[in-house]
């Protein structure tokens, strides 16, 4: 019996297929489910490079007022309908931003539509989280909200011409049932191709 095991680990040590009488219980793999489907992501494009679409023409961001770019109606949809603000970002970048809320209702959305000036998109393509899509034939970023759980929000941010953009977010300060990162980029998306259609309409 010494002498079959002493041959069985030998002849292991050299081959990689397992051998019958060589192997035990101890060593066969654990059964277990199989592994189920992964999380789907908003973009179907969602690709490891980061490279983008060409752009259908430029659109410049200055001098425009973001405030004017979302309508009741779909402001209503959205359930943001109660507030504005024009609140500055100190973060560097130029360009105005306009949200729209729903306090004191709960739970408390947020629509958020900045012109950036002096940024574009391209650094965003980098982050791990990145998927690329698009928004009225322009190349588009989306990435989870700022300091927020996953399923609380998403920026899409979109390539509207060198070194501008314009980024659409939609967020939920608090948890949801039943809410879902690609239903936040789903609503973000609706407001981003509406600014995008009020955009093109005026140049």
Request: with cysteine; glycine share 10%; aromatic share 4%.
């Amino acid at each position: 019996m010494r002498a079959h095991w002493l041959v069985c680990a030998l002849v292991g040590a050299l081959l990689t297929g397992a051998l019958g009488g060589c192997s035990t219980a101890a060593d066969e793999p654990a059964a277990g489910p199989p592994p189920g489907p992964p999380e789907p992501e908003w973009s179907p494009t969602g690709v490891a490079d980061t490279s983008l679409p060409r752009r259908p023409r430029d659109l410049r961001l200055d001098g425009i007022d973001p405030c004017t770019l979302m309508p009741a109606k779909l402001r209503a949809q959205l359930r943001v309908n109660t507030d504005m603000n024009r609140a500055p970002v100190q973060d560097g970048l130029r360009g105005p931003i306009c949200e729209w809320l729903n306090a004191p209702l709960s739970p408390p959305y947020r629509l958020s539509v900045r012109l950036v000036l002096n940024r574009s998109i391209r650094p965003y393509l980098y982050d791990q989280d990145a998927r690329i899509s698009g928004v009225a034939g322009f190349g588009a970023v989306d990435l989870p909200g700022p300091l927020l759980p996953r399923d609380q929000g998403c920026v899409v941010r979109v390539d509207t011409g060198p070194e501008q953009s314009l980024w659409v977010g939609y967020m939920s300060e608090l948890p949801v049932d039943g809410q879902s990162y690609t239903r936040m980029c789903t609503n973000a998306h609706a407001a981003a191709e509406h600014a995008m259609s009020v955009l093109m309409a005026g140049q």
